[in-house]
């Protein structure tokens, strides 16, 4: 049974502003001009009706199922839609039984799936034969990232067009193309000025439909004389006082801030580190990940460069703990500003890679017979524990004895630099490897020459 279109013609006035103005060419479009600008390669495809499987990947108002309908139009091939949220797997294969007849009849079948993230990987495989097979051209929509989204078999079949959230100036233009537009407000002459138009289109951030969607409150919240309404400053306050921020705590939004802020800080851009910390807080993030992230960042990307920045980032875990928001919004805050201005080293990190790739290389050396524990008469006469030598029985508190297993003799794993603090443990290093050089041990080569 064919799924109910999402191009189904309906009564104009039953639907949404957005629904009643959508573009039905190419030319009318607004936005997306590295996808559809002339000579390149999406509008070729549309225009000369030459579809392959695609997927429209992108935020929510940019124009997916816009481009559908557009396609829906301009091609010669039976087009349907599917729902994710109604359609199970024995609707699919059976529309999927029909196309693969119609395909033997020489005609073609053009699938639209809007919100394609929806659909399990069950689903998504039931189509996965007949785009092999050429029975279906599959196009999906979706806001998420489609790497982690869509199944890879079925991915790699499909070329994926990225669409950008829309300018202020393009909303601007979807917005004074509705009210010229026959369906937009029939019967009704709205005046809206430019800067009301422009007030509209910031508050969108990027998305046309929340454009849209704010301007038809806006109208029907308006200064009314007979068919005449005007929506002025006055009337707009209400609706644009707070901007939706895009942000979830589980999609690839999240990953996405979370990157910026390490990265920033890292960068030692204070401000910005505070501002996608900002984001992330004013969006509903857990202040604990946050700060459990910060904890990380104060040894992956500071270190010894600096002593104190662990503390830091410690004492603001337990203050998140203890305040909650949004009260601990200032100690994150703190904590990542004096991340972002703290000296940078990641030569902890670097030392701990090395040391787990000299791991993964050797496997699992032997601990030294003198460093062992003897707690035992039988290890005792073994020999474990013989030639340990207590470094705090010394004058300089060294000792020659060997620690290192000797197929590592030599390595180094630690390498610090030269910011903050590393100077000090970089010239205790040195001093270290002099001594050793002026006392080597029975077991060193040097001692034997």
Known sequence: MHQESLFAQENPQNTPLANRVRPTTIDDFVGQQH???????????IEHDQLSSLIFWGPPGTGKTTL??????????????????????????KIMEEAEQNREYGERTVCFIDEI?????????????????????????????????????????????????????????????ALHHPNGFPGLKVHCADDELHTIAQFANGDARIALNTLEMAVLNGQREGQDVTVTTADLSQLVNTK???????????????????????????????????????????????????????????????TN?????????????????????????????????????????????AARKAIKKTGNLPVPLQIRN??????KELHYGQGYQYAHDTK????????MPPELAGQHFYQPGNQGFEPRF?????????????????DDPKAKK
């Not at 300089?396 to 620690?403: A, I, Q, R, V």
């Not at 970089?426 to 029975?442: C, F, L, S, T, Y």
Request: hydrophobic share 40%; with cysteine.
């Open 117 to 177: 993230h929806r659909f399990n990987k069950a689903q998504q495989d039931a189509f996965l034969p007949f785009v092999e097979r050429g029975s279906i051209t599959l196009i999906g929509a979706t806001t998420e990232n489609p790497s982690f989204e869509i199944n890879a078999a079925l991915l790699s079949r499909c070329r994926v067009f990225v669409l950008h959230s829309l300018t202020v100036e393009d909303i601007e233009q979807v917005l004074r193309r």
């Open 309 to 353: 920045a662990l503390r830091v980032a410690l004492n603001t875990f337990q203050a998140c703990q203890f305040l909650g928001m949004p009260e601990c919004d200032v100690h994150l805050t703190e904590c990542v500003i004096y991340l972002a201005l703290a000296p940078k080293s990641n030569a902890v990190y670097t030392a701990r890679q």
């Open 374 to 379: 003897a707690p035992t008469k039988l290890m």
């Open 426 to 442: 970089k010239n205790r290093m040195a001093q270290i490897a002099e001594w050793h050089r002026r006392h080597p041990g029975d």
């Open 396 to 403: 300089d508190k060294l000792t020659s004895m060997t620690t």
């Open 68 to 93: 559908a309908q557009i396609i829906a139009h301009q091609t010669k091939a039976h087009f349907i839609t599917f729902s994710a949220v109604t359609s199970s797997i024995r609707d699919i294969r």
């Open 244 to 306: 939706s921020l895009r942000y979830d705590k589980h999609d690839e939004e999240h990953y996405n801030i979370i990157s910026a802020l390490h990265k920033s800080m890292r960068n030692s851009d204070v401000d910005a580190a505070i501002y996608w910390c900002s984001r992330m807080l004013d969006g509903g993030e857990d202040p604990l990940y946050i700060a459990r992230r910060l904890v990380r960042f104060a040894s992956e990307d500071v270190g010894l460069a600096d």
């Open 35 to 45: 996808l559809l600008g002339p000579g390149k390669v999406l509008r070729d495809i």
